[in-house]
């Protein structure tokens, strides 16, 4: 059992070496890379024998902390070929977000880039980002550089190395090591409702078969479709249907570095028209964005290679579910709105193409072998339908993170302590009168903006470092494009007046703390915050 086996030396042997397996879509619409599977076989085996050849062996962790580059899912697929343990750290986060990430797993090796395209940004900072991370991480013993744009940047001698140099002298051939299937493959950390992030654990058996099963059966996928699934790896769906799903299924699956608005708003669509794409995979916050944009810039490409449309990240609403349905899918594609979470490994609730008839804003039924329950707050099993609860997960499934990076009991009271027998997904959901499940959004401390988790007590932590504040609490509010935004209530100190010059310092201690996309939309300065008698800030008030 090897994870990178069953993703490429699979159907190389099976004589499908030549298939395409993956299509780059750099930022620039005038950049793209096919790979096939023997290409990538060969780039997997070259780049494994580079870790090898620095000391990574099987169980040692290494951190990715890149763009959506090519050299990415190679570097995922040699960790797994080897043993190794990759922890992918998107790569908007900041410095301070990388080296907590790379502390708490202690990794050996950090693999980035010089720096990063995305959009209107020409030169994301990546490396010296990685710099100034490595700068408090002692585990840390080399760091290998992709040249993405050839921009100058500090390399530290007998530290640094560059990707492209170690790759021209690396050996083509690399056994697969054999994984047992409770051997760990991946940690990949996402927010709580408590400040530190947690390392989700995934282990190679399991994982494996569930993305595999799910790809297959839920996106209907047949020989010669081609996929696009337009996640960043740097998230759990971008690591189990961008890579590890489709290329188990021996499917084209399509990686793009750039975003859904540059150079226009109708890239999505021009991606789509360029590459015949069949199964097209989004977020509800990505569709909102464009919806506004009018339907000129969908209507001037050709669509008509889709036969399948999915949605994932967040609940999908009714105007945006519609808008997808008639002006993208030309009203003959199923929509497909999946519901799952990093912790899950794999999709577990959704319709399945065809099969199941839809409702706009409805993930539907579970997927096989899930068996979700509603809870009350106290536990008890809420039976029948058109009814809502706490949302949990009755029975294991194969997908099923397998612990909190060294912090099993973190584990077991995150998910299993607060009703026992039951995974509590954190979030609530209505059942309908025909037994369709709705999810409503998280019960915890825990927002979903643009489809991202931020925990608010992170936050939190970060706005209270900002100069001259006394103390900060975070909500969620409805926002049209997002989603969720950030609400942030701030107390200042003694003395200290409210000016734009603070709100201005918050947003860029956020940034610095966690990155751009977790910083406050709205900030409100208040004299005091509502709190209990323990002193806990009630969130429920400042929600109205």
């Not at 959506?68 to 190679?74: A, D, E, G, H, I």
């Not at 209107?120 to 290998?144: F, G, L, R, W």
């Not at 056994?175 to 709580?192: C, H, K, Q, R, W």
């Not at 900030?523 to 429920?540: C, D, E, V």
């Amino acid at each position: 059992l090897n994870m990178s086996y069953n993703c490429l030396d699979r159907h190389v042997e099976a004589g499908k070496g030549d298939r395409t397996a993956l299509i780059w879509e750099g930022n620039n619409p005038s950049e793209d890379r096919r790979f096939s599977y023997s290409e990538l076989l060969r780039k997997v085996q070259k780049f494994a024998n580079v870790l090898k050849d620095l000391g990574v062996e099987k169980g040692d962790r290494v951190c990715l902390y890149m763009q959506m580059v090519p050299q990415l899912p190679v570097a995922m697929l040699a960790c797994a070929r080897i043993g190794a343990v990759h922890s992918v750290v998107f790569g908007a986060f900041s410095a301070d977000s990388l080296r907590d990430r790379i502390n708490d797993s202690a990794c050996k090796i950090l693999i980035t880039q010089d720096t990063g395209v995305r959009g209107t940004k020409q030169n994301i900072p990546m490396k010296a980002n990685a710099d100034k991370a490595v700068a408090q991480t002692p585990s840390i013993e080399h760091v290998i550089v992709v040249k993405r744009t050839g921009e100058l940047v500090d390399m530290k001698d007998g530290r640094d190395i560059w990707w492209q140099e170690e790759m021209a002298k690396a050996n083509a051939e690399c056994a697969p090591v054999e994984m047992n299937a409770e051997d760990p493959l991946f940690i990949l950390y996402t927010s709580g409702s408590t400040g530190k992030p947690k390392g989700v654990l995934h282990a190679t058996g399991g994982y494996l078969v569930y993305t595999n099963y799910t790809f297959e059966q839920v996106f209907d996928y047949k020989k010669e479709d081609i996929f696009w699934c337009t996640a960043d790896i740097g998230w759990i769906t971008g690591h189990s249907y961008i890579v590890y799903g489709p290329l188990s299924n021996c499917a084209t699956s399509v990686m793009f570095e750039g975003v859904p608005n540059y150079p226009d708003y109708g890239r999505f669509w021009s991606v789509v028209d360029k590459h015949k794409i069949n199964i097209f995979y989004t977020a509800p916050t990505a569709l909102r964005a464009l919806m506004k944009e009018g339907n000129d810039w969908v209507n001037q490409h050709d669509l008509s290679s889709i036969r399948l449309l999915g949605t994932v990240g967040e609940p999908i609403k009714e105007p945006e579910w519609m808008w997808y349905h008639t002006v993208v899918g030309k009203e003959k594609s199923p929509i497909i709105d999946t519901w799952w979470q990093t912790e899950t490994g794999g999709i577990l609730i959704t319709p399945l193409p065809g099969a199941i008839p839809t409702k706009p804003g409805s993930a539907t039924y579970p997927f096989f072998g899930i068996e979700p329950v509603l809870l009350t707050e106290d536990g008890q099993e809420i039976e029948g339908n058109d009814v809502s609860g706490l949302l949990a997960i009755k029975a294991s499934w194969p997908g099923q993170m397998r612990t909190i990076y060294g912090d099993h009991q973190r584990f077991i009271e995150t998910y299993f302590s607060q009703f026992p027998g039951y995974y509590f997904t954190g979030d609530g959901a209505r059942r309908d009168k025909d037994g369709y499940y709705w999810i409503t959004g998280r019960v915890d401390d825990v927002l979903n903006v643009s489809g991202h988790r931020i925990g608010t007590a992170e936050v939190e932590g970060e706005i209270g470092k900002a100069k001259g504040v006394a103390e900060a609490a975070v909500v969620g509010y409805p926002h049209d494009i997002k989603g969720q935004g950030i609400y942030a209530f701030v107390t200042l100190m003694t003395g200290v007046e409210s000016d734009p010059s603070i709100e201005a310092d918050i947003r860029a201690t956020v940034t610095k703390g966690i990155g751009p996309h977790a910083k406050p939309d709205k900030i409100q300065f208040t004299p005091a915050l509502p709190k209990t008698r323990s002193g806990k800030i009630m969130r429920r008030i400042l929600r109205k």
